[in-house]
């Protein structure tokens, strides 16, 4: 698989929905790849990517982001508090904010440097003991006191279960974000991107798809 097939079945899901392309961002998710395949990505032009820890990509974004003007690094994986503050440094957007202390800790630091990224609210839709995320009852409260802290709420994000349909996951995300006015959707991956896109996704993650399978885990 590669960039320009996966952009060709974008463009298709995104007729067959009746939905305009520009809709949709692709993030291409570069977490453990190697250098010269995410610099190949980039070299073809394209800009979205996402990682999923920030000691990662502190390592080999800043760089990047300075060569390649326009880059736009979306944070997918779980944030400690700890690590807030150079992740606001380096992200634009954060999909994995799932409890208010977190967003009080990102507001902080957003006061003191003056920058603040987008943030989506990550939510266990499957209800799953190992998986970040809050419950889907306890959405529309943690989205009313992240917008109480002056926080630019963008969306919703989930991770369905693996072994179940995604399609009543992404609808659940879609009727939250609608019942919360919140304009996007971090939803889908390499696997199921397409019923994403049909549901409503305004933001898709795909990896592997793009980048070849993952060298190390």
């Known amino acids: ?21 520009s ?13 010269d395949r995410v610099e190949a990505v980039l070299e073809a032009g394209h800009r979205a990517f996402g990682e999923n820890r920030v000691q990662e990509a502190q390592g080999k974004w800043p760089a990047w982001k300075d060569r390649f003007t326009g880059t736009e690094l979306h ?8 690590k807030v503050r150079p992740a606001l440094d380096l992200f634009d957007v954060i999909h994995s904010v799932d409890r208010l202390k977190l967003g009080r800790r990102i507001a902080d630091i957003a ?19 190992q998986k970040a995320g809050v419950a889907v009852q306890g959405v529309d409260d943690l989205v009313r006191d992240l917008r109480a802290l002056d926080l ?6 989930c991770i369905p279960p693996v072994d179940q349909d995604p399609a009543p996951h992404f609808k659940t995300l879609a009727d939250l974000a609608a019942r919360n006015g919140l304009p996007d959707l971090s939803m889908g991956m390499s696997a199921d991107f397409e019923t ?13 798809a793009i980048f070849g399978a993952r060298t190390t885990g």
Request: aromatic share 2%; proline share 4%; hydrophobic share 40%.
């Open 1 to 21: 698989m590669s960039l320009n097939e996966i952009e060709r079945r974008v463009v298709q899901a995104c007729s067959d929905a009746g939905r305009d392309r």
């Open 152 to 157: 630019t709420v963008r969306g919703l994000m």
């Open 111 to 129: 006061s003191e440097v003056g920058r603040a990224p987008a943030l989506f609210v990550q939510v266990n839709t499957g209800d799953e003991d």
């Open 75 to 82: 944070l997918l994986g779980p944030l400690q508090s700890n």
């Open 196 to 208: 994403a896109i049909a549901l409503g996704a305004t933001h898709i993650r795909v990896g592997s």
């Open 23 to 35: 809709e949709v961002s692709l993030i291409a998710v570069s977490k453990v790849q190697p250098q």
